[in-house]
């Protein structure tokens, strides 16, 4: 199954429990006992089923009840302790044992994927959030006169705002920033340099820019060139 959303993946879960066993209805909750998907007619669920389904949940572990005329399997989406919520199903009929472990089994499972749906949603979310912030400041500093540019131990641009990609430095100027920009990762210390091109002339500042990490330290070297 190549599940892309927690939709089709909750859609995937109740097509296996239907085939197994003939539900009325399947609901499935979150782990605060929110509906999250509904199969079949609208089930009730009372304060003493959410009892039950809380046990379910605190305990790991699936319970069948009955209630009225029917039996509800109460399924929790357990992985590696955590729950993620739980599936309930209305049916007619009780569930022999082996068809208990093979469900339980499909559960978990699907618990696992559902976590990783969660997570690479997350972790698209935080991406949406860093390129929006990042767009933001290119905004910024493609506004200011200065040519900025921030470059990584190895010499090579990492960041450059417009004034600095439109710049049409000579192999002079070119060379002269490399040079600084090793020398202020070898001294870890702000450098400046004046330099003199045909009409033009520039005054460069190169800060050394450090970003702890949790395991490692990334440095940087920010160039601000102002041409007077």
Same mark, same amino acid.
């Given at each position: 199954?190549?599940?892309?959303?927690?939709?089709?993946?909750?859609?995937?879960?109740?097509?296996?429990?239907?085939?197994?066993?003939?539900?009325?209805?399947?609901?499935?909750?979150?782990?605060?006992?929110?509906?999250?998907?509904?199969?079949?007619?609208?089930?009730?669920?009372?304060?003493?089923?959410?009892?039950?389904?809380?046990?379910?949940?605190?305990?790991?572990?699936?319970?069948?009840?009955?209630?009225?005329?029917?039996?509800?399997?109460?399924?929790?989406?357990?992985?590696?302790?955590?729950?993620?919520?739980?599936?309930?199903?209305?049916?007619? %009929?009780?569930?022999?044992?082996?068809?208990?472990?093979?469900?339980?089994?499909?559960?978990?499972?699907?618990?696992?994927?559902? %976590?990783?749906?969660?997570?690479?949603?997350?972790?698209?979310?935080?991406?949406?959030?860093?390129?929006?912030?990042?767009?933001?400041?290119?905004?910024?500093?493609?506004?200011?006169?200065?040519?900025?540019?921030?470059?990584?131990?190895?010499?090579?641009?990492?960041?450059?705002?417009?004034?600095?990609?439109?710049?049409?430095?000579?192999?002079?100027?070119?060379?002269?920033?490399?040079?600084?920009?090793?020398?202020?990762?070898?001294?870890?210390?702000?450098?400046?340099?004046?330099?003199?091109?045909?009409?033009?002339?520039?005054?460069?500042?190169? %800060?050394?820019?450090?970003?702890?990490?949790?395991?490692?330290?990334?440095?940087?070297?920010?160039?601000?060139?102002?041409?007077?």
């Amino acid at each position: 199954m190549n599940a892309t959303e927690p939709d089709l993946l909750l859609d995937a879960l109740m097509k296996i429990f239907q085939r197994f066993v003939d539900c009325e209805s399947i609901v499935v909750l979150d782990n605060d006992l929110n509906v999250k998907k509904i199969k079949g007619d609208t089930a009730e669920i009372d304060e003493d089923l959410k009892k039950m389904i809380q046990w379910v949940m605190n305990n790991h572990s699936p319970m069948s009840l009955p209630k009225g005329d029917a039996m509800i399997h109460i399924f929790p989406l357990v992985k590696a302790g955590k729950t993620l919520g739980v599936l309930l199903a209305w049916s007619n %009929e009780e569930i022999v044992v082996e068809t208990s472990e093979l469900l339980r089994t499909f559960a978990f499972l699907s618990a696992v994927v559902l %976590e990783n749906l969660e997570l690479y949603s997350s972790l698209q979310r935080q991406h949406m959030a860093l390129e929006a912030t990042k767009n933001y400041m290119q905004r910024i500093l493609d506004s200011f006169p200065q040519h900025i540019a921030v470059f990584d131990q190895d010499s090579r641009i990492v960041f450059a705002n417009k004034g600095y990609s439109l710049s049409s430095f000579g192999e002079d100027i070119a060379s002269k920033v490399t040079q600084l920009v090793q020398k202020t990762f070898l001294t870890g210390s702000r450098q400046t340099l004046e330099v003199e091109e045909g009409a033009n002339f520039y005054s460069i500042v190169a %800060e050394p820019k450090i970003w702890a990490m949790k395991l490692r330290k990334l440095q940087r070297c920010e160039l601000l060139l102002h041409r007077c």
